[in-house]
DNA sequence: TTGAAAGCGATACCAG
DNA sequence: CTGGTATCGCTTTCAA
């Protein structure tokens, strides 16, 4: 590269990334970026930030389940945001790495900011990460990490909307859809217990009703639905909620006189279901503010961690309940 | 690190690799290991690689727009599958780069390959990445790029058989829905045009029927219905389906009897509809399939770029059409 | 205005 | 069996 523009590789450097502390000739700086594009060269992300000792990549590991529509949007408004802060967004796929083994993953590449979803990293593990010169980690889950920053999705609110309506519906015996797939235990617990929450104190039950997102198993929940005498259903979200209602209707159960459904997520397809579905709205925080605290950490990491309460919910009430 | 365990910075790399070659005593490797532990040590990714020459990561672009359940899925088994292969899938968000810019950006990484969505690469930017060292170059879209290996996801034999199955079914005067939201043209023109072949020669019509996912836009769609005369309609996926098979319900228009609608991707949700949705099943490559062919790619990179035609499309009929 | 050289962290070779 | 040392590609300081 520098042999064929006839100028050192100093040179070279300096013309590449506009150095304004130096001045080239105007004759160079063409020599350079012409055998630059002759010779395709790009220059080695690595070495750059080998050279520079940090980079700047946010890290985050890739989701290995299927993602609403809700967080893919989430995503990439993030992703867009880091962006025009210069940022460049990595999700890395961690396959079965879990806890220590995968914060020792995501640290050899010395990201500048780790965003982690879920809570399967310890304080411990933070800890390993800032080492390893991480300016930032921010959890974004259902409790804060010692150490991390932690945007609190409180799910539990989700199912608090969800128990005060119903109960406000005169509703008293309420069953709560748990999704038995793998992975999402940590939404559907907490909203189960936020259900629990809001009915605490009062005369009414709440019914936790394990379900596989299968057409069968909805049948044979909803075959004993009337043994189970509940009244209303809040049914994890609204596809778990399709699912129930499609099976409830099909048994003659009316909706919403003898049971009433809501779900959550607020997906156009409640919208579309006869009766309309009723459900829980919620508001991700936005990606721009989560890139906001990521940048104010990277500046400032001395800064003692930040913990914000995000996901507002709010009920949508249609035809359903 | 070195000076902790009081041992030179080789054996050190001796010890953590585990390195064959050399043989280092037991009380030297204790001591290697412990020093490691206490410092929370973690080498360094940029400066192996660099060192190294290559990496064993594969680059694919962070998908910008929401993704349905099937590509989520396809994704989470290609990562397993290339995990096992010990590759390190990383998803790379690119924002607004595109075609040579988007190529520089990800040559600077150096990945052992790249896996590109979509047809936004020219063989210009593919000859970019091989010269940065990619030793594979994966296109999955609709069509071949030169010098790079690719899966045709070939689209237009969703319409095909989407187009063959309503012919069959006696209908003559046929929609085709065409979302209008951004992104999804590289899906949608092919399945349209795979309509059109399927009926080419016959005496059936096509209409194309732009439609944006909002039920208001549908109802608008549904309220000019009678007027526009079809008795069937291809409605791009299950999503689409769904939303105008419920406008079209609301304004009276009886499926299958009056319209026949099929939508595609064959969704939990089509099932759930009454009638239960006609669709197109689609089947993607495994997984499996494309971390083989990346590991042959690259164990072989003088090789002829492979092409294959993956995405089977067929059928599934239910009561909607 | 440009060139020479040090050094980022890890590895591989070659001496000790 | 272990320690020095050159090397990967790039940035930056210092001299020329």
Known sequence: MARLAGVSRATVSYVLNNTSAVRISEPTRRRVHEAAKELGYVPHAAARSLRAGHSRMVLM??????VGPLYSQFISELQWALGRLEYTVVQFGTVGLHGAEAARAWAELRPVAVLVPGSDLGPKDVAVLKRSGARAVVTL??????????????HEAVGLCAGTHLYARGRRRIGVVVPEEPGLDAFSVPRLEGVRRALHGTEATVTDLPLAYEEAAAARLAARWRELGLDAVFAYNDEYAMLLMRALQDEGVGIPQETAVIGADDLMLGRLLRPRLSTVHIELPSGRDLADLVDRAVRNPGAAPETHTVLGASVVHRDST
Chains 1, 2 share one sequence.
């Open 61 to 66: 590991p890739a989701p290995t389940f299927p």
């Open 141 to 154: 889950g259902s409790e804060a990490v010692e150490g991390a920053h932690a945007l609190l999705m409180d």
